[in-house]
């Protein structure tokens, strides 16, 4: 604390931000490769860059913001010890920080997509029947997603649509087109939901006599 009380407030502020941000981004990044990862959906945070209405690069997260304030604060302190004036360890902590935050971006928006796509041809469910699981936004407003049948199992997966009106959930589609991120382009139908074979085993549409 004597160590502390005895630096200026301009060198308090980067070891603060530099401390606290360094044990948010340690609770990330084991929390993220424990599996215990509550998206970057946390404080709202979250902004899609990308042209896409879908799930595209995002550079405003919790977890990049977590990263930005790290590194600001420890290049902040590393300025100051180095002797550079305020306004230039200012500049430089802001530009490593956002260079931290891309660094980010760019790993769990790859991250995301491993584990997204795995061997999932989304191509193959152009034509395949399913039902709208979280609503559907007209003229792709909004990004819902759908259950639908693809390469022999039910998978949930993301859905716009070029409907006049909004399909709501339990409605039954068709999967029309595939835009290039994975996104399924569906629209309404009346044709049944085709029942999911297992491949080992399937059951008897009539009972078996003992």
């Excluded at 990862?37 to 997260?61: K, N, Y």
């Excluded at 407003?141 to 716009?160: C, F, I, P, T, Y």
Aim: glycine share 10%.
């Amino acid at each position: 604390m004597e160590w502390f009380s005895a630096l200026d407030g301009f060198t308090q502020f980067f070891w603060i931000i530099a401390l606290v941000g360094s044990l948010a981004f340690l609770f990330v990044i084991v929390t993220t490769f424990a599996g215990v990862d509550g998206g970057d959906d946390l404080d709202g945070m979250d902004s899609d860059v990308d042209g896409d209405a879908g799930i595209g690069f995002q550079f405003i997260t919790f977890k990049n913001l977590v990263g930005f304030f790290t590194i600001f604060g420890w290049t902040g302190v590393a300025c100051l010890n180095a002797g550079l004036s305020k306004p230039i360890s200012v500049m430089v902590s802001f530009i490593a920080g956002l260079f931290m935050m891309a660094i980010m971006a760019f790993m769990f928006f790859s991250m995301r997509k491993l584990a997204d796509s795995g061997t999932l041809v989304y191509k193959n469910a152009i034509g395949a029947i399913g039902e709208i699981y979280i609503p559907v936004g007209a003229n792709r407003s909004r990004m819902g997603k759908v259950n639908v049948n693809v390469q022999g199992s039910l998978r949930e997966l993301d859905a716009l649509s070029d409907s006049l009106f909004e399909l709501q959930s339990g409605t039954l589609i068709e999967v029309i087109d595939v835009t290039s991120n994975g996104i399924l382009i569906v629209e309404p139908t009346k044709k049944p939901i085709e029942p999911i074979k297992n491949d080992s085993y399937e059951l008897p549409s009539h009972p078996t006599k003992l």
